[in-house]
Structures are given as structure tokens and as C-alpha cells.
């Protein structure tokens, strides 16, 4: 504020958090605390994935190699909650031709997997299971990375499936949801632009732009 102030003394406050937003998202300046930042980009985010998620993923990749797969598990958003769950599911993502087939090679397994449960499925059986595997549709176009061979999520990913999956992330909704992206902003460099374009893969792209504004990260007083 001061920087500004000092080229122009009549400049808003409003003006000021608008330039200083557009800094940070074009990655000239990092906001390392309320109030304070510095130059360069921020941190990349690397979630964690286990010997279990990473031995599956390649014997997947082996049987299906044409498929485009992404894995990884819920308990990665723990990192952002106030409120830590205690229970988690293991995501594997596939393109749509893919799902049954590898849905029962998981099944064959004797793995707890289930095929794109309904919200009542989850609910009733799904939340009951130990450590349940889930396939689901791997959206085209989904932000994924790359991590020692392994596909999975990238934090844009994780914070517009909580937004668009409420029954899924339940445990992520309400003021929850609002912490997760708070903190997730103020660790991580985020692509915004790479969160609506997801959004918008999954229609909910203009529903994304209002929640972002409603807590003050487009335009957060600084």
C-alpha cells in the first residue's frame, strides 16, 4: 500500500488490492502473510501419494494402457480443514470407455471399489466400508500432474471437484469449504484461470467466479 501511495497519494485502497491481486496472479509477487509478499512465484503443490495408490496406479497403467487415470485420496485435503475427518476415500479417475472395465479389474482384486456411487449408495454403504476405493469419471481436460510416473490431482482440481461435489465432500462443505480455499490460496500458487476453465468442463464455472468473489480472494483487502 505504501509502494502505491508513495507514486500516487490520491490512489484507492480498492485500486491498490486490484493491482496487487493482478501481480499475484500473474506471478510477479507471492503473498507470503496477511499484508506481506514477495517477488517470484509461489510454491508448487505435490500431494502425497502412498506405496499402495502408487503400485496400483502401474498395474492399472499395465493393464490399461491407452486409458488416461488419475489417483489419488481425500485425505490430502486434511493439509487446508480446521476440522480433520476421519474418514477418506481412494479416487481413480478414468475416461468414461474405462470405467467398467476397470471397475472390475479392481473388483477381481477383491479391492473395495465401487462404480460412480450415487450419494444414497454412499451414504448407506460406501461410508461404512474401511479404506473404499471409488471410480469415477476423469472429466476431459481435468488440471492433472504428473508426479515420479504417477498421474494425479493438482490442487486446482481438488478445490473445484469440493466445489462441484458436494455429496462426495461432504465433509468439506460450509464454512469448511471456505477455510480449504483460504488456506490453499495463501500456501500454494493457484491458477485461477485453470480452476475456471475446469469449472467451466463441469458447468459450473460462473457459480466458481461468485463463490471466489463472496470470500474475498478476487479482491482481498490486503
Same mark, same amino acid.
Given at each position: 500500500m505504501d509502494f502505491f501511495c508513495s507514486k500516487d497519494q490520491e490512489v484507492k485502497a480498492t485500486t491498490? /488490492?486490484?493491482?496487487?491481486? +493482478?501481480?499475484? #496472479?500473474?506471478?510477479?509477487i507471492t503473498r507470503v502473510s496477511r499484508g506481506e509478499f514477495k517477488l517470484g512465484f509461489g510454491k508448487s503443490y505435490s500431494p502425497g501419494l502412498s506405496n499402495q495408490q502408487?503400485?496400483?496406479?502401474?498395474?492399472l497403467k499395465t493393464e490399461f494402457p491407452f486409458l488416461s487415470i488419475c489417483i489419488w485420496n481425500t485425505s490430502v485435503i486434511n493439509e487446508f480443514m480446521l476440522h480433520q475427518p476421519g474418514r477418506f476415500y481412494n479416487l481413480v479417475e478414468v475416461e468414461k470407455e474405462g470405467m467398467e472395465s476397470l471397475f472390475y479389474f479392481l473388483k477381481d482384486k477383491n479391492i473395495p471399489v465401487y462404480l460412480d456411487p450415487t450419494p444414497e449408495l454412499i451414504r448407506r454403504y460406501v461410508n461404512d466400508v474401511k479404506d473404499p476405493w471409488i471410480v469415477k469419471l476423469l472429466v476431459t481436460e481435468s488440471p492433472?500432474?504428473?508426479? /515420479?510416473?504417477?498421474?494425479?490431482?493438482?490442487?486446482?482440481?481438488?478445490?473445484?471437484d469440493i466445489f462441484c461435489e458436494a *455429496?462426495? *465432500?461432504?465433509? #468439506? #462443505?460450509?464454512? $469448511?469449504?471456505? #477455510?480449504? *480455499?483460504?488456506?490453499? *490460496?495463501?500456501?500454494?500458487?493457484?491458477? $485461477?484461470?485453470?480452476?475456471l476453465r475446469y469449472a467451466?468442463?463441469?458447468?459450473? +464455472?460462473?457459480?466458481?467466479? =461468485?463463490?471466489?468473489? $463472496?470470500?474475498? =480472494?478476487y479482491r482481498q483487502q490486503f
Open positions: 491498490v /488490492n486490484w493491482r496487487i491481486y +493482478k501481480l499475484v #496472479q500473474e506471478g510477479i502408487i503400485s496400483l496406479y502401474r498395474k492433472t500432474q504428473e508426479i /515420479n510416473g504417477i498421474t494425479t490431482v493438482t490442487l486446482e482440481k481438488i478445490l473445484v *455429496f462426495l *465432500f461432504d465433509a #468439506q #462443505q460450509g464454512s $469448511e469449504m471456505d #477455510q480449504i *480455499f483460504k488456506e490453499a *490460496f495463501e500456501k500454494y500458487a493457484i491458477s $485461477e484461470s485453470k480452476m467451466s468442463r463441469r458447468r459450473k +464455472k460462473q457459480e466458481l467466479e =461468485i463463490y471466489l468473489k $463472496e470470500i474475498s =480472494i
